[in-house]
């Protein structure tokens, strides 16, 4: 992947390459942040496809990663209380207050930002690691992954522990984000 400097100006340049490898890097996380707000995966995905489309239509106006970060969650935050406003179900009023607030907006940026810090954190992993951190993080116990993969208990075990290990490294100078969730 190209620095996320060198990507912003190549997209801003309208290269379409760069973006879709942008889209597929944002996209899972822009879904999840507008899952916090909608609860449907399939108006989620709408919400995050939208946020994106519409900074490749302003990409010009974009120098740097912050800025587009900051403009694709605060569309997505708008897209989705648009969602919930025109809602048949009648959404609750105070729960229609929480979503719009300003709190309820920075706790969940930071826990994306977090998500994706990590999510990119373990695609350093090797191959075998990367999957066994994978499938214990979907909640999968040592003896199912063992099971799964074919290989021994203390396989997963090792593997988990060496993990563990080079994450720790890779993270050590973001621990303080993993503090705020």
């Not at 990409?59 to 209380?81: A, T």
């Not at 499938?135 to 988990?160: C, D, F, M, Y």
Request: proline content about 3%; aromatic content about 10%.
């Amino acid at each position: 992947m190209l620095s996320s400097q060198n990507i912003i100006v190549d997209i801003k340049q309208g290269n379409k390459d760069s973006f879709k490898e942008f889209f597929d890097d944002f996209y899972p996380i822009l879904c999840s942040f507008a899952n916090k707000f909608l609860k449907n995966p399939n108006q989620s995905k709408d919400a995050a496809q939208e946020a994106l489309v519409k900074f490749w239509e302003k990409r010009k106006e974009f120098d740097d990663i912050q800025g587009v970060k900051s403009f694709l969650y605060v569309v997505v935050k708008n897209n989705c209380l648009n969602v919930l406003k025109k809602s048949k179900n009648n959404v609750d009023l105070s729960l229609l207050k929480e979503l719009e607030s300003e709190s309820f907006f920075k706790k969940n940026i930071i826990n994306q930002e977090t998500f994706m810090i990590v999510r990119n954190a373990i695609n350093k992993l090797p191959s075998r690691q990367k999957e066994i951190i994978e499938l214990s993080l979907r909640g999968l116990k040592n003896p199912e992954i063992a099971t799964q993969l074919e290989i021994s208990p203390h396989t997963v075990h090792t593997a988990k522990k060496n993990a563990y290990r080079k994450l720790r490294e890779i993270l050590k100078d973001k621990y303080y984000l993993l503090l705020l969730i």
